[in-house]
């Protein structure tokens, strides 16, 4: 059976990342993609799509239901990928209410909207539920912190979140299951650690790290810069919850990871010398980014810059994925070395997607372009 899938968050980074793994494979399925279009939802993520006949865009919130449940009967989608989320760490810590709003309300309303309409009230050719699946995209900050010498995060770690944004997610994860349990609603959730790739906004720390080089500014290390965390590139991400849907059993959830621990200051400095090193195999690149001190002297390590802490900082992140790979195959295929490698390549050759983030002209720029 095609799938008509709704991806909520579908213009941020993981989930329009997702949008182009899936129209690439699956070409018979249609997309839609909800999106509130916040700070984070940029269209020039999903521009590549615009063209593509099975793929729909709506501007909208994942806390209406009554316009949720439109889509489903509208669109006969038998498959939500959530992904919407206020996703920022540092963001939940000054502001937590938009994700409350969004992370736990947001949740609540699309369960409750698909129950209504997948449960409640099947419009399936006399099947009774409707036969569907609701994906829930969650991270591996509902664990908690880990020290140097503890196990990874299995799935059956108990949930100790620290910041507002991993108790916002903790939160939907126990609503989903509920949904489940209670209703019968045919949910799984994925956790899954630190992506990386392209369209990562530039306020998370590896384009933050790459953009700063190029514009000679500060590379701010949060407190020793000795946390760790288990970097996954985002088509592996794609990949992982795609095995969910074809493999994962209802009611279960998956550990997605990338088997790839680095301290923070390890990636930056990392970062700092593949910059330097990219500017030395092509020198076009001095010309383009004038101001990067690659183009002058191999030196970008000297832009870091040691700042106060992230309050309650978690200190380590590392993903057990055994289960997700013995039920359901899942292994990451991309190495860091080339995935880090693809990232930093495509923020050198995707200037203007950044610059119009760091100018804020990317909203009138899009309202041009796609008249939303
Ligand atoms: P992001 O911040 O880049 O994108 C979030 C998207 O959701 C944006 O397009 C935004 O416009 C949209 N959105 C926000 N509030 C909305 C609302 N109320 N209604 C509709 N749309 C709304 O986030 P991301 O990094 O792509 O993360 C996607 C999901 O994956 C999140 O659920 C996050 O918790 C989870 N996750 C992220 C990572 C990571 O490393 N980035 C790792 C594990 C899990
Ligand atoms: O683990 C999965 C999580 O990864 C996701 O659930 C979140 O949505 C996603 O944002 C990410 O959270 P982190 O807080 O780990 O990502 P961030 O890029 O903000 O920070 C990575 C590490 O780098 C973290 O230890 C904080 C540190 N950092 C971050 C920034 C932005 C710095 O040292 N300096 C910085 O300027």
């Not at 700063?212 to 701010?220: D, R, V």
């Not at 760790?228 to 095995?243: C, F, T």
Request: glycine content about 6%; overall charge negative.
């Amino acid at each position: 059976m095609n799938k008509s899938l709704l991806i909520t968050g579908g213009a941020g980074f993981i989930g329009s990342n997702f949008v182009h793994y899936w129209l690439n494979k699956y070409p018979e399925d249609t997309i839609t993609v909800l999106d509130a279009l916040t700070y984070a939802g940029n269209l020039a993520n999903l521009e590549s799509a615009q063209s593509n006949p099975n793929f729909n865009f709506v501007k909208g919130n994942i806390c209406d239901q009554e316009l949720v449940e439109n889509l489903l009967i509208e669109k006969t989608i038998n498959t939500i990928v959530h992904f919407a989320a206020e996703s920022h760490v540092d963001r939940s810590i000054t502001g937590p209410d938009a994700f409350i709003k969004t992370n736990i309300i947001g949740t609540y309303t699309l369960l409750k909207a698909a129950k209504k309409i997948w449960i409640d009230n099947p419009k399936s050719e006399g099947k009774s539920p409707f036969e569907h699946r609701f994906h829930h995209v969650s991270t591996d900050e509902v664990y908690g912190t880990l020290n140097a010498d503890d196990p990874a995060f299995t799935e059956n770690t108990a949930y100790a979140p620290n910041s507002p944004y991993s108790a916002s997610k903790a939160s939907s994860d126990h609503l989903v299951r509920a949904y489940h349990h209670t209703y019968g609603l045919n949910v799984t959730t994925s956790n899954c650690s630190n992506n990386y790739g392209p369209f990562h906004f530039p306020e998370k720390l590896i384009p933050l790290v790459i953009i700063n080089i190029l514009n000679n500014k500060a590379l701010p290390i949060y407190g020793d810069g000795k946390q760790i965390r288990d970097w996954l590139y985002v088509e592996d991400h794609a990949y992982g919850i795609d095995l969910v849907l074809k493999k994962g059993k209802a009611g279960e959830t998956y550990n997605i990871g990338g088997n790839n621990e680095w301290a923070n200051i390890d990636i930056v400095k990392t970062i700092c010398g593949m910059v330097d090193q990219a500017f030395k195999e092509n020198k076009e690149l001095a010309i383009q980014f004038p101001k990067a001190l690659s183009a002058i002297s191999d030196n970008s390590e000297s832009l870091i810059s040691y700042v106060k802490d992230r309050p309650g900082h978690d200190r380590r992140y590392a993903i057990d994925a055994t289960k997700s790979q013995k039920e359901i195959g899942y292994k990451p295929v991309e190495s860091f070395d080339s995935g880090i490698k693809k990232t930093i390549n495509w923020y050198l050759n995707n200037t203007q997607w950044w610059l119009s983030i760091l100018d804020g002209s990317y909203q009138d720029w899009v309202k041009q372009q796609y008249k939303y």
